[in-house]
């Protein structure tokens, strides 16, 4: 299973989500019904094109981190990666999460999410977070982290290679993955000559093209929604045209015969394994995760890290690919507690507790880099 395969199942959920957190200082970011002027309820700020999570009010920042999330869900990670960036926030850290929109091209991402978050990070550094109560002296001296997962874990590798100056002092890197386009969309090779022989056809139709009518009829969803609800939340809006819009442009790179990522998986591993800057990394695999290429990740990085004086951490959590994209719904049990209303206690508790511990795994791990 992997990001794209997901997708569909969070939106879905997306008007009920509850991260209640069991008591921990951030409860929902949409809350079970978010008023339009209710600002202060939610755990973010958007700021330029970023996410801006900060540290709950009253407890001071100790560092800062950069965060790219997964294909697809990497564009929405206020409702994707909520939960984890929550624990997170809670445990001290000021999160800027960069979304960002799938392409072919990594390279070309990697670069973007680098020149977003730094245009973000220079903004915050030079007027703090006044609405926070988070001013740019206490700011200005923090440390800088990055954590990654799958594809986002991929770019924030080729970021630390591309780049030497302005880089994290550590990477947290989840689930790692860089396989070759055929593996990662499957019929991938099938696919687009398929859709390069349809465009024609598709294009000339009253419905114009397959993407462009499935984000139109999300748009047409969403004016309905928020004509007809008072307390539509115009966030959930943006977050979801996010995501629609991405896929017009996936489309049509397919279309145009586009058959492997730029510059190729073998290519990013030369690329790592001559240029990684970043001096302090931690990889972490899940125990059923299928398509995890952190081991692969480890034998790449390991003599580069070495030779610039640094260390590389790996450990392995139980979980699987989509645990860092855990939320917490909002169960509705009946007026009788149920066999099955347990069992849904129990395996939401299990899923949770994996998301948990992936946040104090990172936490602490950053944590021991300044003692």
């Known amino acids: 299973m992997n990001e794209?395969?997901?997708?569909?199942?969070?939106?879905?959920?997306?008007?009920?989500?509850?991260?209640?957190?069991?008591?921990?200082?951030?409860n929902s970011i949409f809350g079970d019904k978010v008023k339009k002027d209710k600002d202060d309820d939610k755990i973010y700020r958007r700021l330029d094109s970023c996410l801006v999570i900060p540290p709950p009010k009253g407890k001071k920042p100790k560092a800062i981190i950069k965060f790219l999330g997964g294909a697809f869900i990497g564009a929405v990670p206020e409702v994707?990666?909520?939960?984890?960036?929550?624990l997170l926030a809670n445990?001290?850290?000021?999160?800027?999460?960069?979304?960002?929109?799938v392409t072919f091209d990594h390279s070309k991402?990697?670069?973007?999410?680098y020149d977003k978050f730094h245009l973000c990070l220079d903004s915050i550094l030079t007027s703090g977070l006044p609405n926070d109560d988070v001013s740019s002296a206490q700011l200005v001296d923090l440390p800088l982290y990055s954590v990654g997962h799958s594809n986002g874990a991929l770019l924030q590798v080729l970021s630390g290679s591309y780049f030497?100056?302005?880089?994290?002092?550590?990477?947290?890197?989840?689930?790692?993955?860089?396989?070759?386009?055929?593996?990662?969309?499957?019929?991938?090779?099938?696919?687009?000559?398929?859709?390069?022989?349809?465009?024609?056809?598709?294009?000339?139709?009253?419905?114009?093209?397959?993407?462009?009518?499935?984000?139109?009829?999300w748009r047409v969803f969403l004016d309905t929604a928020e004509s007809m609800a008072p307390d539509y939340d115009p966030e959930?809006?943006?977050?979801?045209?996010?995501?629609?819009?991405?896929?017009?442009?996936?489309?049509?790179?397919?279309?145009?015969?586009?058959?492997?990522?730029?510059p190729t998986p073998s290519e990013n591993r030369e690329c790592c394994k001559n240029s990684y800057n970043i001096r302090k990394t931690l990889l972490v695999k899940f125990n059923s995760d299928a398509i995890d290429e952190?081991?692969?990740?480890?034998?790449?990085?390991?003599?580069?890290?070495?030779?610039?004086?640094?260390?590389?951490?790996?450990?392995?959590?139980?979980?699987?690919?989509?645990?860092?994209?855990?939320?917490e719904p909002k169960l509705q049990v009946g007026d009788v507690y149920t066999p099955a209303d347990a069992i849904a206690q129990v395996l939401k508790t299990l899923s949770l507790n994996e998301t948990k511990v992936l946040a104090t795994t990172i936490s602490d791990w950053f944590s021991s880099i300044d003692e």
């Open 164 to 217: 030497s100056e302005r880089i994290p002092k550590a990477n947290a890197i989840i689930s790692y993955n860089n396989r070759p386009a055929t593996e990662a969309v499957p019929y991938f090779e099938q696919l687009g000559p398929l859709v390069s022989q349809l465009m024609p056809v598709v294009e000339a139709s009253p419905v114009s093209s397959m993407a462009k009518g499935a984000a139109d009829a």
């Open 109 to 113: 991402a990697a670069t973007e999410v």
């Open 4 to 26: 794209a395969t997901t997708c569909y199942g969070m939106f879905v959920n997306f008007t009920s989500l509850n991260h209640s957190n069991n008591g921990d200082n951030y």
């Open 294 to 327: 952190t081991d692969l990740l480890e034998e790449t990085l390991r003599p580069r890290v070495e030779a610039i004086g640094g260390t590389l951490d790996k450990i392995s959590l139980n979980g699987n690919h989509i645990t860092p994209c855990i939320q």
């Open 91 to 101: 445990e001290g850290y000021l999160i800027i999460s960069v979304p960002y929109n």
């Open 80 to 86: 994707t990666y909520s939960y984890l960036l929550g």
């Open 236 to 262: 959930a809006r943006v977050s979801l045209n996010k995501f629609v819009d991405q896929l017009p442009s996936v489309f049509n790179q397919v279309a145009q015969g586009i058959s492997e990522f730029k």
